[in-house]
């Protein structure tokens, strides 16, 4: 790992606008960060895609953040963070942060009945990676998966308050219900936004968790450890790019990071 500091911007991938919901929670705790955001809009959605496919983008991403010069890379994108941390890491070259393992981490110490449920993305969820974390862990934790891809695409379209939102989530969580769990992993970037449907369907007594939270937690932490913090008063600069239409990127984005993008550019990868 070459020479960093802490004045470099962190670096932060997504397949697409998602991601921003990640962005949005470090924007938070880590108010003197600059950013670079890559968005890859022309290949979303990465949850359908093969494992070969998502580790042969999620690398192109990396190689692009690495460009900018970026002390640090978070993966967004649960579904690249469940199926390519490895191959990301080997090829980043500073330090790497995905979004499984702080919400597995927060989820297990949540749980008072070992029982945890993940819902993502079908990669996602077939990939196991939530519950290889959890189990790291605890091996005593039951965990169930199930994929709900059909949130994705109701949160683009801005129904999380619309009725096929709420028809969406009964007709998922439903067939979970019978496994009792107290704990719900949020295992998508989408899926923040749609925090009161969830809530709504699974009920008051069972708790949900906020991968995007529980990495912006982590990065300030990692961070501080490593002696990179920024703490300078200057302004920070935060840059997004996207492989494109960048216009409904800005448009979508805004509602998912909760304020305007200033700077964002297409790029080729
Ligand atoms: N960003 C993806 C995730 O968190 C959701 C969208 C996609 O399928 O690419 O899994």
């Known amino acids: 790992m070459k020479n960093l500091n802490p004045l470099q911007p962190i670096g932060i991938f997504d397949s697409g606008i998602g991601g921003l919901t990640v962005v949005k929670e470090i924007i938070h705790s880590l108010p003197n960060e600059s950013i670079i955001y890559f968005g890859d809009t022309a290949r979303v959605p990465y949850g359908t895609k093969s494992d070969s496919t998502i580790k042969e983008y999620s690398i192109q991403n990396t190689k692009f953040l690495r460009k900018h010069n970026v002390k640090l890379i978070v993966v967004a994108c649960n579904t690249a963070s469940s199926v390519a941390l490895n191959e990301i890491t080997l090829h980043a070259n500073v330090p790497v942060i995905g979004v499984i393992k702080p919400g597995a981490e927060a989820a297990v110490k949540n749980t008072f009945n070992n029982r945890i449920a993940i819902i993502g993305t079908n990669a996602t969820v077939s990939s196991k990676a939530y519950d290889r974390e959890i189990s790291k862990l605890n091996p005593k934790i039951e965990v169930r998966g199930k994929a709900c891809p059909l949130f994705v695409p109701i949160v683009e379209e801005g129904w999380m308050n619309h009725e096929i939102g709420l028809l969406a989530a009964k007709e998922y969580l439903n067939v979970l219900q019978r496994f009792a769990y107290d704990t719900l992993v949020l295992g ?3 899926y923040p936004l749609l925090k009161h449907t969830i809530q709504n369907v699974v009920g008051d007594k069972v708790k949900l968790i906020d991968s995007g939270i529980e990495t912006a937690k982590q990065v300030k932490s990692i961070l501080a450890e490593i002696n990179l913090l920024n703490n300078s008063k200057e302004k920070p600069n935060r840059k ?6 960048p216009h409904r990127f800005k448009e979508i984005g805004e509602m998912f990071l909760g304020q305007k ?5 297409k790029i080729d990868l």
């Open 240 to 245: 997004y790019f996207v492989s494109d239409l």
């Open 261 to 265: 993008i200033k700077s964002i550019a």
């Open 188 to 190: 998508c970037t989408h």
